[in-house]
């Protein structure tokens, strides 16, 4: 059995949890000459969740100032990019992936976009 563990796939927003604010839950991107329409900040990050392809990511926003902004399209983050890489490359091996996330402290399963569990619970 070989184990591949990724301890923190976000250590720019990691850092930024850890020193601003706690439940940042996006990469810290800067989206040059766009700002929030009520404060008139830049806007920063993807939320790298809903960054990749596929359905089923629950709530989002197209708005770069969102705090569940999925991105410009799919796979557009280089963090996204290095979890699908390293998942194609061993695709023929994995068994199980898990995903753990901090920012609500939820168990998921499903892709959470449907309360239905999935038949094999």
Known sequence: IDWYIAPILNPDGFVFTRTEDRLWRKNRRPFPGVSNPESHDPCYGVDLNRNFAGAGFGEYDYHHCANNFMGDYAESEPETKAVVNT?????????IYISFHSYGGYWLTSWAHTTDLPQNY
Do not use: A, D, G, R
């Not at 998942?87 to 068994?95: G, R, S, V, W």
């Open 87 to 95: 998942i194609n490359k061993f695709k023929e091996n994995i068994k």
